[in-house]
């Protein structure tokens, strides 16, 4: 099997994954690997996750055009605006996981300093000004944001993530969307705590996290300790 049948099957299994877990529903949701330079794999439109196969597995260049396959996702604008502009990551994923789709709608966002594992490992989370799904328009907003941040949610539409591989940019995906969800339940028991600054320091420091994330952390606006 070479890298790119290999990789045509993986996104085949995260897209089957996601769709089980409720993640994405229907023909919603988008995947895409970077396999070279000029060679994008990327889910084709219309067709549930959960039923992906390979051989329906899109191949475009980054300028769009089909190199291989049918209809690529509406939303392939998005993916190639993204990977223009972060040369680090070679995968993304883009889903109207629940809770997270849930903060997008009411207009929240993911930048206090709550909870450890994302504060280190994914950083802040913003929210992209809403822009009509599959537009132009969508991915010149998301490229002003995705330069510093890995994950986004995006105003009245879902979340993408990034990654340096299709594993790592769904991990980013599903461990936002299983914060807000336990932010959904702590918001109803009352108050939620953050940390404060110097606690952020030690954990970033402690993960050794990556120095986009450390430095959304270094001027914080607003601190406060619960």
Known sequence: MNKTDKYRRQICEFGHLAWQRGLIAANDGNFSIRVAEDRI??????????????????????????????????EFRMHLKIFENRPDFNAIVHTHAPYATAFAL?????????????????????????????????????????????????????????????????????RTEHICKIMSVAQMLGKVNQLGLDEVTDLLKNYHSHARIIAQYQSPKKWRKG
């Open 106 to 174: 009411a207009g929240r966002d993911l930048t206090d300093p709550i909870f450890p594992e994302v504060i280190a490992t994914i950083g802040k989370v913003p929210l992209v000004p809403y822009a009509t799904p599959s537009t132009t328009k969508l991915a010149r907003e998301i490229a002003r944001f995705i330069r510093d941040y890995d994950v986004l949610l995006l105003k009245n539409h879902g979340i993408v993530a990034g990654g340096i591989n299709l594993p790592e940019a769904y991990a980013k995906m599903e």
């Open 41 to 74: 794999l990327i889910t084709p439109g219309g067709v549930t996750k959960g039923f992906l196969q390979p051989s329906g597995i899109v191949e475009i260049t980054a300028k769009g055009k089909v190199l291989h396959g049918g209809k690529p996702s509406s």
